[in-house]
Each structure stands twice: as C-alpha cells, then as structure tokens.
C-alpha cells in the first residue's frame, strides 16, 4: 500500500476518489503521529480544530496498520455517519481488503421474542402505538440487521421500542428461543469478524471495557483503539464505572414477570399479587423525594423523612419477590431469569445503603416518573488505567476541543493517562477574516436576576443585523424558556420574518433539519445543541452563548468531587471546573465557522470573560478571531459579508 505522503498528497489515492478533497499539511501531520503510535503500541493525544480533517487522519493509518481497530464515536448519529459515509469513502480510495462492522448498545435492535411477546398481550395503550409495533414487526422480517436506525416508518422515541427490543436484565440470552435470529448477536459475531468495528462511547463503557458476556472476547483481540469526540470520555466513564438501580428497572421487573407467569405460571396467584405490591413499593420511593425532578446529594436524600423507610420498604418487597420466584424459576427461561435479576436488585439496593468503598458518592436523581439511586467514583483515572493495562496496545485520543491554552495536564490527570505523546493542531480556517468575537459592553452580573433579559436586549441589534441565522446556547434549561419567550416578543413586536426555534419542539435531528432549510431561523438550545452540530453557510452566522458554562456546584457529584480535591490540598476551580468550562466554551463556538467560506460573529455575554482573570483562559484557548466590545463593529460586519 502507498506512503501516508502520497496518500495524502495532490495526485494521491483520496484526491483522486474523493470529490473537492483539499490538501491540508496538518492532516498529513496528524496522520503520520497517529501511525506511529499504533506502530509502538502507545497513547497518543490529538486535538485537531474544526476543517483540519481529522477523520481521515485517523482513519488512514488505522485501516493501514493490519490490526484490529475499534473506533468509540460520541454519539450514534456519528457512529452511522462514520460507518455509512466516510469510512466507506476512505477504504474505497485505498482500496483496502478491511472488513468493517457496526456495534451499537442492544437496545438499538430489534429483539424478535420480545416483540412477539407485546404484540401477544396487547399491551399498547394507543392506536398509535399499536400501529408503530405493526410496522415494527414488518420491519423486523425484512431487515438483515436489525437496527432500529433503519426503521424510518417508526419515530426513534417510541414508546413502543422499549417493547421490541431488549435489556441487559430481560435478555434470555442462549436459552431464547429466538437466538438464531437475535440481531444483536448478529452484530457481536460480525463486530469479532471485522478488522474495523465502529461503536459508540457508551457502548465502549458498558460492554466492551466492562466485559459484558458476548463481548468479553472483543477488547483482547485489538490492536488500536481510537477515541473520537474524546473530551466526552472523562463524563462517560464515570457513568459507567458507577453503579446505579433505578425504580424504573424495578417496575420493568414487575412488567416482565407478569409477563413471563401468564405464559409459565398461571397457577402462581402469588406472584401477580408480589408484582403489585413491588410497582407500589417502587412508586413510593419516587415520591418519598417530593414531585420535582432534580438532582439530590445523600445528605439531602436523608433530610426527606420519608425516603429512608421507602428505601428499606422497597429493598423488603424486592426480596419477597426474589423468594416466590425462587419458587416458580424451574419452570420457564423467562421467570429464571427474572429471578436471577430480582437477586441483583436487592444485592444493589443493599449496597447504595451500605457502601464499602470510600471514594464513591451517593446520591440519586428524580425523573418525572422515576428515581435512580447513584454510587460514583469520585475518581475514575485509576479505573481507566487499570482497564487500559494487559494486552498491549494502541490508544488515540482525539477531538477538537481537548486542551486548555495548547495543554493536555488536566485531561490526563482525569484518566490518568501520565504524560503521554500528544499534538495540538490548529483549524486552516482564517479566523482574523472569518470571525469576531464579540464581549458585549455593560452587562450585569450573571447572577442578576435580570440576566436573561439583558443577554436578549444586548444580541437582539446582532440578531437583526444578520436576519436571522442564529443559535442561542444557554447554560440552564429555564434561561433557555426565557430567552424564547422573550425573542418570541420581541421578534412579534418588531415584525420581523424571523422563525423562531427551540429545543423540545422535535427531536433534536429535526430541529437542525427545520433549522438548516429555513435558511434564516433563530435556534434557542441549551446543553444537546452546545456540540455535534454541523450547519454550514448563511443559515448560521451568529452564536449567543449567555454564560461560560460552570457546571452547577450544588451537583451532587461535582461538589464531592470539589470537596474531595480540597481535602487534598488542590485547588478545585482552576483544575477541575474552569478546564471543564473551557472546554464546553471552545464545544459552543465550534458551531460558528464549519468551512473555509462561512463567517460570522461568537457573541459571549458573559462580563467574567473580561472581568475575571480567569477570562484570559477562556477567550485564549479559543480559535484567533478579531476581538471587539463594539456593538458598531458587529453591525458592520454583517452590513459588508
């Protein structure tokens, strides 16, 4: 196979295949650090801004290096762009002979005996849903994979596909008899197969680092495993590396065993009177928290007297129920299964409420209709060392958006990953023409009650001066509704042909798609629009970010985290807070300029950019735009792009 040099070269196989290709040096530079990583079996750490094609700088050497290769994605809508779009392209122009796969978590695919099972018992509570389990079930008999992606007829959030598909706790596993056919079988004996698998963080956490059965051979046998949107790794992994039960898991247990005794058990008058008693017991404790969804620490949780004796109720009932299906766990899969799961409730249950180990965090969080109970590390770089020993092998770390002012410090030290080889390379975007960063002048104090009017009142000239074109990223679900309501006035009052746009109305694919074809839209979103969004040209010429994104120090994990690092004698705010809000700052001003022909204004209201002087590392480890406090400068640029 050719050189990475002529690979990457002007008359080289991708220029040739790949339609308005463009030659860059630092992607030929990434390219060939990448390569020698995999070739000395090392870590290896990559921040490469936005249109220095760092997709193809990894995927090149990867499908190079004769090795098995895992590539972990941020998101599934990434994952399947990558498998669909560009890996393809890229071992096509290379004319590589590597079989690819796709992985995803189970509950991505269809699961045959579970659908049966729904469809058998009617238990849709809608014509709606009845009808999106019928075209599920055509579905299920012409796809080869399964995958519920593909299944375009069926909205994503269904209901109805937590009926259709399975759960690490509801899978029968090899004594399903619909094994032959599982479709997520399939894709794990395809995954083994291939030289290339393609899955997401979440996945890489949860099955393939933490060995779920089926998976526990794919880590051993690679050689290079590639991270891509890397930054989310430090979040992802302390999920993971948790422990959690939730009331929702119990009240699915509660479901699925009336399920399986109807079929296995009818004689057992016991455990449908058990399995009401444990939906209650379950119930209870969601409300023993109050109504309100949020986030409790363990000392909060103790303030709320009737939680404790909810807990202690419920831990009860699960063990009466886990005795009668003792009882009954002969006589079907189904019912042994759901034993064998009652058994790790109650084992889980007993462990929130007596911890063994130190450096974990109790604490759970309130859904409207549920409530999960939380144990996390408060540290996870010894775990994520740990789980990259054995095997020797190759680890790429690499995103955008991954060092503070060009250092990597304080991502190592959150996985522990010592001082490794890295390179930072900068976007071949000309930012001094392309874009302004804008500081507006006089705002209030971000705690000001008045805050979100301000930050509406300062952008609104901007908003107008580009007709439309905008995203406004908030830090907190309600700036977000107010910064709406108060656009919706003030676009109504001025009668501008404005749409206005904001998260919630749709899936978040559709809001851009909305977004995108409108072509002068003002878009209001808050934490799932700050990344992974791509639109390029005059539809988006102006991002608002209303304040430098602090993660909320009543967060019950963050404030044990910050509690912990004070104990040892560190300074939690300048290594662990403000890297982290750094970070999600350079994330939300990488929407702005996606190729070298857009241009627009990054408007950051926050007065502490300036006034802190922890500011200066914030605006510094962003792309080099021209800096102004100008109002007038921002309405000239967009009078004369």
Not at 351 to 360: M, S, T
Request: charged share 25%; aromatic share 8%; net charge negative.
């Amino acid at each position: 196979m050719a050189s990475l040099q002529e690979i990457f070269s002007p008359d080289g196989a991708l220029a040739r295949a790949i339609d308005g290709y463009r030659i860059r040096p630092q992607q030929l530079e990434m390219a060939e650090r990448i390569a020698a990583a995999i070739h000395s079996n090392s870590v290896f750490i990559a921040e490469a801004g936005t249109g220095t094609g760092k997709t193809f700088a990894y995927l090149v050497p990867a499908l190079k290096s004769n090795g098995k290769v895992i590539v972990s994605t941020g998101t599934k809508t990434l994952q399947d762009q990558l498998f669909n779009k560009d890996l393809p392209m890229v071992r096509d122009a290379l004319k590589a002979p590597v079989k690819i796969a796709l992985l995803k978590g189970r509950a991505n695919y269809v699961c045959p005996y579970h659908l049966e099972r729904s469809m058998a018992e009617g238990r849709f509570l809608t014509k709606e849903d009845a009808a999106d389990a019928r075209r599920i079930a055509v579905f299920a008999k012409t796809t080869q994979t399964g995958d519920k992606a593909e299944c375009i007829e069926v909205n994503e959030n269904s209901p109805v596909w937590n009926s259709a598909t399975s759960t690490r706790d509801n899978c029968l596993g090899q004594d399903c008899p619909d094994y032959k056919e599982c479709f997520v079988m399939q894709a794990r004996k395809e995954a083994m197969a291939a030289d290339l698998v393609v899955v997401n963080h979440h996945l890489f956490f949860a099955d393939v680092m933490l060995r779920d059965e089926g998976m526990a051979e794919l880590l051993p046998a690679c050689n290079t495993v590639i991270f891509d949107e890397a930054h989310q790794l430090p979040e992802v992994a302390t999920l993971f590396f948790g422990d959690s039960v939730s009331t929702a898991q119990v009240l699915d247990l509660a479901r699925d065993t009336r399920s399986e005794g109807l079929a296995s058990a009818r004689d057992c008058l016991d455990l449908q009177t058990a399995s009401r008693a444990l939906e209650k017991a379950a119930r209870d404790l969601r409300l023993a928290v109050g109504v309100d969804a949020g986030r409790f620490s363990h000392p909060q949780l103790l303030e709320k007297p009737e939680f404790l004796p909810a807990v202690a109720a419920l831990e009860e009932e699960v063990a009466k129920f886990a005795a009668i299906l003792e009882t009954q766990a002969q006589r079907a899969e189904g019912l042994e299964k759901c034993w064998q799961r009652a058994l790790e409730m109650q084992q889980r249950l007993a462990q929130w409420q007596n911890p063994v180990d130190a450096g974990y965090v109790r604490w759970a969080e309130a859904f409207t209709q549920s409530l999960q109970l939380n144990s996390t590390p408060l540290d996870v770089a010894n775990i994520f060392r740990k789980q990259m020993g054995g095997h020797p092998r190759a680890w790429i770390f690499t995103s955008a958006t991954l060092a503070v002012q060009g250092k990597f410090h304080h991502y190592c030290a959150e996985l522990g990953l010592g001082d490794p080889e890295s390179g930072c390379w900068q976007s071949p975007f000309d930012y001094g023409e392309q874009a302004i960063l804008y500081a507006p002048l006089g705002m209030p104090d971000p705690n000001d009650w008045s805050y979100t009017e301000k930050v509406v009142e300062a952008a609104f000239p901007a908003v107008r001066a580009a007709g439309g074109g905008a995203f406004f990223l908030c830090t907190s679900l309600r700036a977000m509704r107010r910064t709406h309501e108060l656009l919706k006035a003030k676009i109504e009052d001025e009668g501008l042909d404005i749409p206005l746009l904001v998260q919630g109305e749709g899936s978040k694919n559709d809001l851009l798609q909305r977004f995108r074809h409108m072509g002068n839209a003002v878009l209001v979103g808050s934490q799932s629009f700050w990344e992974g969004v791509d639109v390029r040209g005059e539809a988006l010429s102006l991002v608002v970010i209303d304040k430098i994104p602090f993660a909320p120090p009543d967060d019950p994990v963050l404030s044990a985290r910050i509690d912990q690092m004070k104990k040892e004698g560190r300074n939690a705010f300048i290594e662990y807070q403000l890297p982290r809000a750094v970070i999600n700052v350079k994330q939300g001003a990488g929407r702005l300029i996606r190729d070298e022909n857009d241009k627009g204004v990054l408007m950051i209201c926050d007065p502490r950019l300036i006034s802190k002087p922890y500011g200066r590392r914030v605006w510094q480890s962003l792309p080099p735009m021209k800096r102004t406090r100008e109002l007038q400068v921002v309405l000239d640029f967009f009078a004369n792009r």
